[in-house]
């Protein structure tokens, strides 16, 4: 009889949790330990056994370029575009006796507007602070495959690490 409460009809646990077994192998990049799995995976090893663990994760930022007036109110001018449209486009279907194409078009230019004015406005509070774009991600420094511990030397033996 398995205990419900604790974990999902999948069997994965509800909440997260470090897993617990052997590490079968270390790789410096996602993506080999990706095809490790694959390789076991290809050789009917029970990969539900399997996880990839990312050890020691940084926080990168890239930078991607300069900001100026030009770039902020392109980006808002952008977005406020999509909000526009989406709004006019609800409001279209919420009322169809309006002209639709006119009242589509002025909806976004009003978004574009609103959004080319708010991007303006935060760039110039901003602006001696941060006149750079970036992206943040986190990555990890290695990735560990791991699975149980009585399956650890058949996986190591599949990837011919023994």
Same mark, same amino acid.
């Given at each position: 009889?398995?205990?419900?409460?604790?974990?999902?009809?999948?069997?994965?646990?509800?909440?997260?949790?470090?897993?617990?077994?052997?590490?079968?192998?270390?790789?410096?990049?996602?993506?080999?330990?990706?095809?490790?799995?694959?390789?076991?995976?290809?050789?009917?090893?029970? *990969?539900?056994?399997?996880?990839?663990?990312?050890? @020691?994760?940084? !926080? =990168?930022?890239? +930078?991607?370029? #300069?900001?100026?007036?030009?770039?902020?109110?392109?980006?808002?001018?952008?977005?406020?575009?999509?909000?526009?449209?989406?709004?006019?486009?609800?409001?279209?279907?919420?009322?169809?006796?309006?002209?639709?194409?006119?009242?589509?078009?002025?909806?976004?230019?009003?978004?574009?507007?609103?959004?080319?004015?708010?991007?303006?406005? *935060?760039?110039?509070?901003?602006?001696?602070?941060? @006149?750079?774009? !970036? =992206?943040?991600? +986190?990555?990890? #420094?290695?990735?560990?495959?791991?699975?149980?511990?009585?399956?650890?030397?058949?996986?190591?033996?599949?990837?011919?690490?023994?």
């Amino acid at each position: 009889m398995s205990d419900r409460s604790s974990s999902t009809r999948r069997g994965l646990p509800r909440f997260p949790s470090i897993p617990r077994g052997e590490v079968v192998a270390t790789f410096d990049s996602y993506d080999d330990a990706q095809k490790a799995v694959d390789t076991l995976s290809k050789a009917e090893f029970p *990969v539900k056994e399997v996880s990839i663990i990312g050890n @020691d994760l940084v !926080s =990168v930022e890239r +930078v991607t370029g #300069t900001l100026s007036y030009g770039r902020a109110a392109g980006a808002g001018a952008l977005s406020g575009l999509w909000i526009g449209l989406f709004f006019g486009l609800l409001l279209t279907l919420l009322s169809p006796n309006a002209s639709t194409l006119l009242f589509i078009g002025a909806a976004a230019l009003i978004g574009a507007g609103f959004g080319m004015f708010f991007n303006i406005a *935060v760039y110039s509070l901003n602006r001696r602070r941060r @006149d750079f774009t !970036s =992206v943040m991600q +986190v990555v990890a #420094t290695s990735y560990s495959v791991l699975t149980s511990a009585d399956l650890a030397n058949r996986a190591r033996n599949l990837l011919g690490l023994e």
